[in-house]
């Protein structure tokens, strides 16, 4: 099933049949993605980079402070701003499910919780 074109969203998405079920390459969501942080980082307000090097190189805190809440908001703040869904127009959607069965195992109906 690797030589079948990806799927068309604007966001490409490319489906594999393995063992298990299916993997789904999503390079093109990934880049959005970084695309995404690399904007929020930039943005001219400069909030998130100083919090970046901040993180980076924390300054001497005391010994009960803790160091991975700015990590932590860090990441909360880079997240809300990142792209989290991929669309799908029109036949797309279609075709993503046609791939998906098409590479999906069999079910066994004897396996636990699928009897009849």
């Known amino acids: 099933m690797t030589n079948q074109p990806p799927v068309t969203g604007p966001i490409l998405i490319g489906v594999e049949r393995i063992p298990a079920g299916a993997t789904l390459d999503l390079g093109a969501f990934t880049s959005l993605v970084v695309s995404d942080v690399i904007d929020a980082l930039l943005d001219p307000d400069g909030a998130l980079w100083d919090l970046l090097h901040e993180v980076a190189d924390p300054p001497k805190r005391a010994e009960d402070d803790d160091e991975r809440l700015d990590r932590e908001e860090l990441e909360r703040l880079l997240v809300e701003r990142a792209s989290s869904k991929v669309p799908?127009?029109?036949?797309?959607?279609?075709?993503?499910?046609?791939?998906?069965?098409?590479?999906?195992?069999?079910s066994v109906p004897q396996q636990r919780g699928e009897a009849a």
């Not at 046609?98 to 195992?105: D, T």
């Open 88 to 106: 799908l127009y029109g036949p797309a959607a279609a075709r993503l499910a046609r791939r998906l069965l098409a590479v999906a195992p069999p």
